[in-house]
DNA sequence: AATCCACAGGAAGCCCGGGAAC
DNA sequence: GTTCCCGGGCTTCCTGTGGATT
């Protein structure tokens, strides 16, 4: 290549955005159309932080892309913001706790929250959890003020690791002398209270918020919102907005996902060189996003996994139809003693097999053959090409999916 | 109605690598 | 050093179960 600008040809011409930025689902938009009540009912409960009293726990529920998060996080910024110009002391510290997903490690996240204005930290690892928790006390209480600890995807934690966490953190206020401490706990899962212990259940249930889904016009009026911010005049074709409204409200009402889908076919149609977008592109999306999102999971997806994933492919091959998970484990034996790779137990790879199901790599459900047996049905979905041409970038697992004349083994099937 | 298959999926505990405290 | 913690990956052992077949 000669002196030509490589960067100046993508940068010059006609990007079609105003601010991409306003699209991205971490973007905190300065209203949030359509959830009036529900911020004005979430304030109504978190104003009793800044009269020095203690709000009531709460628990909101709603679909994913229902504004649950955005309208907790807006709300807290207001709480913050009015905390400082009335000179009283509140908190807010939220925590996804997909991310942040064990006990020990959001006592310590909450606690690093107030220790780092006084240069100390807790470690990631090392003390008892009780420590953790008497620390938590300590620095709350040497704060002095109204603390509201946001749980987001609270039922992932309750799942993974049960409802001590929330136990400890419901009794949280008669350990304090001073502060005062709310929860706001997070899920999308109305059934997930069920796995709680009664007394948890009842003091965290304190309120209770319901998010409903938005419907197709709700939808298109946000985007209508955000769009007139995100990108310069006249760059959206008619009918474009509709267009990804509905398919969004196809999808139980989720805003995130009709933004994603507007950025990205935006995104499309800006490399294209084009000015507008126009529905061709938000098909575009559509695929685009899923097939990001397949290479994404599968990139960081552990070998162990990988292995079960082609067996119950290259098994779905050889049979010509969905895998019971005795038929999968067969393959992913002979898969792994060709391979060189150690032999996991049955038991932790119908658990490999449940993981790859919820990442939506592959459909695994339970049925039952009567006389024969109660099993999973093992089906790798309908983005199979996907996942094949993701995994076909890596040389050994390419290797694994030719199987080089190894058929012989598998035939005994 | 009872049986019984082929697993599902819970519980406990092991081992390892991280670290703190003494 | 030793001894204590936590978490992740894993195994061992186990009880539970939908429904065709008996």
Known sequence: MSTKDIFGQFLKPNSIFKNRETLRSTYMPEELPHREKEIEQLA??????????????????GKTGTGKTCVTKFVGNQLIKTGKSLNKPVEFIYINCQVVDTQYRVLTHITNQFIKKWDERVPFTGWPTDEVYSKLMECIDRFGGAVTIVLDEIDKL??????????????INSDLKVAKASIIGISNDL??????????????????MIFPSYNADEIKDILEKRAALAFKEDVI????????????????????????LLRVAAESAERDGGTRVEESHVYEALERIESDRISEVL????????????????GEE???????TGEA??????????????VLTERRVTELISELDMLGIIEARVVSFGKYGRTK??????????????????PSILELLDMKGKQKKLDAL
């Not at 309750?158 to 419901?170: A, I, Q, R």
């Not at 907005?241 to 994603?260: K, N, P, V």
């Open 191 to 208: 059934r997930f209270t069920e796995l709680l212990d009664p007394r948890v259940k009842s003091s965290l249930g304190e309120e209770e």
């Open 237 to 260: 074709a008619p009918g474009v907005l509709s267009l990804i409204s509905a398919l969004a409200a196809q999808e139980h009402g989720d805003a995130r996902r009709a933004l994603d």
């Open 44 to 61: 109504s409960v978190l104003v009793a932080a800044l009269r020095g009293e203690t709000p009531s726990n709460i628990f909101i529920y």
């Open 158 to 171: 309750v799942m993974k690791s049960g409802d001590d966490l929330l136990y400890n953190l419901s009794r």
């Open 329 to 342: 484990y067969e393959v992913y034996k002979q898969m792994c003693n060709i391979s060189g790779y150690p």
């Open 318 to 324: 050889l049979k010509g139809g969905s895998l019971t």
């Open 299 to 314: 990139r960081t997806l552990p070998t162990q996994s990988k292995l079960v994933l082609i067996s119950a492919i290259k």
């Open 377 to 394: 049905e093992i089906k790798v979905g309908s983005q199979r090409g996907e996942v094949i041409a993701s995994l076909s970038r890596e």
